[in-house]
């Protein structure tokens, strides 16, 4: 089945410098990719959703310039949380989906962000 | 806004009996997609089963099977001779079949734990 990569798996950093996360689509081509944000026991909430080639569309109270996301290509997406503070400490998991609506929907592994 | 309830914020059941977990949900939508996700303690997102609303015949993978009333706006997932392997956070999903959005709407999830 199709695979996407989340990397890193985990990552610990200090307040005030940026962090990347990458997820990429092993497999096939992803036109779509959803970045979601999991604080501890709770539920995934959409962050935005960032289409190839074009500016990611980011959800009500989702800072823009703080989540940084780049669809450069079919295969990758990456989120970029710059200047993090503690508050920014969270699970973010993304997600890719081909073309076609609604084929099944994969997720990356996670990655758990601790900022020091 | 569409929104995903889940009631239960927990529950346990004994290995190899059966259990139902609650979903409902709202939207003035008459086409969309429901879906359940597990989610293990790898954290690891794993599609359990998907229903597509114009469909009236319940989905099952194996074990897994739903009781969509579409009237009711519900969604419920029973789980057949649980085993242990089946203890996880599961997640109850809204996808709009609108356009072409497929962001998913999570409700808060259920932690299920299967008891030897």
């Known amino acids: 089945g199709a695979v996407v990569s989340q990397h890193p798996s985990w990552v610990i950093c200090k307040s005030g410098t940026s962090v990347k996360i990458e997820c990429r689509s092993l497999d096939f081509q992803a036109t779509t990719m959803f970045w979601y944000r999991q604080f501890p026991k709770q539920s995934l909430m959409l962050m935005a959703t960032s289409n190839e080639g074009s500016k990611a569309t980011y959800e009500q109270g989702v800072e823009k310039d703080k989540f940084l996301i780049n669809h450069a290509s079919l295969t990758l997406s990456t989120l970029t949380v710059t200047s993090a503070h503690p508050e920014d400490s969270s699970f973010y998991i993304c997600s890719a989906s081909t073309a076609r609506k609604n084929e099944k929907l994969f997720f990356g592994s996670g990655t758990q962000l601790s900022v020091l | 806004a569409q929104t995903v309830t889940q009631s239960q914020p927990e529950m346990s059941v004994q290995e190899a009996e059966t259990v139902t977990l609650s979903c409902t949900y709202d939207?003035?939508?008459?086409?969309?997609?429901l879906f359940w996700y597990k989610q293990p303690p790898s954290r690891q997102m794993i599609l359990v089963i998907r229903?597509?609303?114009?469909?009236?015949q319940n989905a099952t993978e194996n074990r897994f099977s739903v009781n969509f009333q579409k009237a009711a706006k519900s969604f419920s997932l029973k789980i057949s001779d649980s085993q242990l392997g089946d203890t996880a956070m599961y997640f109850c999903a809204f996808m709009t079949a609108q356009g072409g959005s497929e962001k998913l709407v999570f409700g808060k999830g259920t932690k299920l734990t299967v008891n030897p």
């Open positions: 229903q597509e609303a114009y469909k009236q």
């Open positions: 939207t003035s939508e008459s086409n969309y997609y």
